[in-house]
């Protein structure tokens, strides 16, 4: 339910933003540009993904830290390895108490600025650390050198 919800929310958050009809923005199906999603992601400062998803790297985590966009997120799989600010919860979403945990950490981050701003900050240093750069430097070391 909470998935469900969250989905009609963030589509029509994205829809108001963006100008653009998105009926599921979480479907992964949809094309939505580069572009609009950094603005969207501006806009709005805080990345929600409740997911049961078994992820085995995260991009989308790193962009969005690297915006300084706070994530509110499982910790599990991936996430655990690419998550470094916001706020991850322990669990499986799919069950009740999770969910309430989830949600809890999702209001408190949006009434608390001091807070968001902290996790933003710690988000974008986080993200250095997934550079392009950064990356073909451990790789550079790691397999020529």
């Known amino acids: 339910m909470v998935r469900y919800l969250v989905n ?7 829809s108001v933003f963006t100008g653009q009809f998105i009926p599921d923005s979480q479907c992964g199906f ?18 929600t993904y409740p997911t049961f998803f078994q992820e ?7 962009e969005c830290q690297n915006q300084g966009v706070v994530p509110v997120t499982i910790d599990d799989f991936a996430l655990s390895e690419t998550v470094g600010s916001g706020v ?6 799919y069950e009740k108490e999770i969910q309430d ?6 209001f408190k981050l949006m009434d608390d600025e001091k807070l968001w701003q902290e996790e933003s900050i ?8 997934f550079s392009w750069n950064k990356i073909s430097e ?5 397999f020529i050198i």
């Open 8 to 14: 009609k929310f963030t589509s029509w958050l994205i």
């Open 88 to 93: 991850k919860i322990k669990g499986d979403i």
């Open 122 to 129: 710690k988000a974008k240093e986080f993200a250095k650390n």
């Open 138 to 142: 451990i790789w550079t070391r790691e």
């Open 30 to 47: 949809r094309l939505i540009k580069k572009e609009v999603l950094e603005k969207v992601r501006e806009i709005c400062g805080i990345w």
């Open 56 to 62: 085995i790297n995260c991009i989308t985590a790193l």
């Open 101 to 106: 945990k989830w949600l809890e950490a999702l």
